[in-house]
């Protein structure tokens, strides 16, 4: 099968896909049977290659980041999750996957509040290990200058993450609740129908899977996150 097209993803030493947002997308290929390369980026390495390649990032993105694509029957180039699914979309229509909706908005907004607090900053320094030593330069710089302290501040002992999986355990109920109010018609956040959604969370727990199994069967406890997880798996078998 010729190839239509080429996927600039995240690389990691377990040499598979993590990124939540090149999720989205890479579960659009796998669905929708696409023929697809992927090159994976060290973190470092993203503007450099991207940069001939891509438009300059626009509107509130300011960096150049993956996923990034290039679709070689048009030999189009393109960055940015939602832009790549709504070109994906409009050439590879079948099986339909509906782009956004009211409800995948309200539950991408609250899954951000979780993970941008206690969650987001526990994956920080897990992210760090999977990383080959430039590209943790580069994190640990990034992180860092937007955090305004060390990476190793927020690496805590057992007994505090303990504490902050149970904060977040009210979140976390009721983000599931909201994920399963079609469950009588299928077992994705619209029920029977596919959404972007559905991906970025199905993406977001791959992603702490690949980071650390013990995160993932935490949070795979909830119905809701399981039932998307489990939905979305046969579209996450190929996963470079
Ligand atoms: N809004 C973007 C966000 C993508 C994004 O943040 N990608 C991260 C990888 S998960 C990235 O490329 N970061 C580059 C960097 O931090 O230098 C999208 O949905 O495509």
Same mark, same amino acid.
């Given at each position: ?11 990691? !030493? ?12 890479? /579960? ?5 049977? /696409?023929?697809?390369?992927? /090159? ?24 150049? !980041? ?14 940015? #999750? ?47 290990? /999977? ?63 596919? #959404? ?45």
């Amino acid at each position: 099968m010729t190839t239509e097209i080429i996927l600039y993803d995240l690389a990691c !030493t377990k040499g598979v896909c993590f990124s939540p947002y090149v999720w989205k997308v890479r /579960i659009m290929l796998n669905l929708k049977r /696409i023929p697809y390369k992927t /090159i994976f980026l060290e973190f470092p390495d993203i503007e450099g290659s991207l940069k001939p390649l891509v438009p300059p990032p626009t509107g509130d993105n300011t960096r150049y !980041t993956v996923p990034a694509i290039q679709h070689m029957p048009s030999n189009t180039y393109i960055m940015d #999750s939602a832009q790549i699914a709504a070109l994906l979309e409009a050439t590879y229509p079948d099986p339909p996957v509906q782009l956004t909706s009211e409800r995948g908005r309200t539950i991408e907004e609250q899954f951000g509040s979780v993970v941008g607090g206690s969650l987001g900053a526990m994956m920080m320094p897990r992210e760090m290990n /999977i990383l080959v030593p430039r590209a943790q330069v580069h994190f640990r710089q990034t992180r860092e200058a937007y955090l305004g302290y060390k990476l190793e501040e927020l690496l805590k002992g057992p007994e505090e993450e303990e504490r902050d999986w149970s904060e977040v355990s009210g979140q976390m109920s009721a983000l599931s609740e909201l994920m399963r109010t079609n469950r009588d018609d299928g077992p994705f956040v619209l029920g029977s129908k596919l #959404s972007l959604t559905d991906f970025f969370i199905a993406g977001s727990l791959q992603a702490a899977r690949v980071m650390d199994e013990g995160v993932f069967s935490r949070v795979v406890a909830y119905d809701g996150f399981k039932s998307v997880y489990d939905a979305c798996s046969p579209y996450m078998e190929r996963k470079d």
